[in-house]
């Protein structure tokens, strides 16, 4: 019934809003493709915007290039990580492979023993009369040497003293006398034991002779006391340390008869060093004006 009530319009069918089918037709694939181009539009949007997503995920990361180190791949990528078992007193980044072992500070080095201080050399001389009796024991505990009881070769000396006095000699012929103002005593000594009191002692005669003593040192104060004189003359005693440093010079003179007197020397040297004594005949005032020695004493 339905295709009777439809009307001819130019030979055609019609539809009933008087449109052909071909019209209908071109509509529909207008429609169609409207429909494509809107889809592969919507379609290219979200391709565009999964790519602008992706592009992104890509640099999500901070860059390392800033700080000049390039981050290679993770030791154990594809594996659980299994912590390695440290060994007791191995520091935990020296353990680890490819790690620079953690900078420790330097351990303290082992304190210094501390060194004795340097010895300041000491010389200093004072000039006293000579008592009328001296006791060599008691004024050398630690040695002491008396000249002219064995004559001019041999000295008494302290027994099982330090040996720290010397005898070094000198210019001039030595000759030994026993008419000394004062008296020596001793206990200790050897080749003589003891002596109740000796005048005794050495001389030497002219013009630049004399006598030359050493006593070595220990690093302590020490003491000296030497008894010297001399006849119608005036002597010279010098002093000086063989480590260099102070020195010291004394005269006494008498160009008429004999004088004698107590040298206290008090000297500080580094162990080993020597206090140098020379006692010589500066001028003489007559055929023989001399020195002489008696004893040294050291405490």
């Known amino acids: 019934m339905a295709e009777e009530d439809r009307t001819l319009v130019g030979g055609r069918a019609s539809s009933p809003y008087g449109q052909t089918r071909s019209a209908l037709r071109r509509i529909a694939r207008a429609r169609r493709r409207r429909r494509w181009m809107v889809e592969a539009l919507a379609a290219f949007a979200c391709l565009a915007a999964l790519v602008g997503y992706l592009g992104a995920e890509q640099h999500a990361e901070p860059r390392q290039e800033e700080s000049g180190v390039q ?83 041999q000295a008494v000396r302290k027994r099982n003293g330090s040996g720290a006095i010397r005898d070094e000699g000198g210019r001039g012929r030595r000759e030994s006398y026993s008419n000394n103002p004062e008296a020596y005593a001793w206990r200790d000594g050897a080749p003589v034991g003891s002596a109740g009191g000796t005048t005794s002692g050495l001389y030497t005669c002219g013009r630049g002779n004399g006598f ?12 000296v006391r030497l008894y010297a004189g001399l006849w119608m003359a005036r002597g010279r005693l010098d002093l000086r340390l063989s480590t260099g440093g102070p020195t010291s010079t004394l005269r006494m003179e008498d160009p008429h008869t004999q004088h004698t007197a107590e ?13 140098l004594v020379n006692w010589t005949v500066e001028e003489s005032f007559g055929d023989c004006g001399n020195v002489g020695v008696q004893a040294v004493a050291l405490r």
Do not use: C, M, N, Y
């Not at 206290?264 to 206090?275: C, N, S």
């Open 71 to 153: 981050p290679g791949p993770a030791p154990g990528a594809g594996r659980p990580a299994v912590p390695s078992p440290q060994r007791p007193g191995v520091d935990a980044d020296a353990a680890s492979p490819g790690l620079r072992p953690r900078q420790r500070p330097p351990s303290p080095s082992a304190s210094p023993s501390p060194s004795r201080p340097a010895v300041v050399p000491v010389l200093t001389v004072t000039q006293a009369d000579v008592p009328a009796r001296v006791d060599l024991t008691a004024a050398g505990p630690v040695d002491w040497v008396h000249w002219g009881l064995l004559g001019a070769d």
């Open 212 to 223: 030359a003593l050493a006593v070595t040192a220990d690093g302590e104060p020490r003491t």
């Open 263 to 275: 040298f206290t020397i008090r000297f500080q040297a580094p162990r080993g060093a020597k206090l």
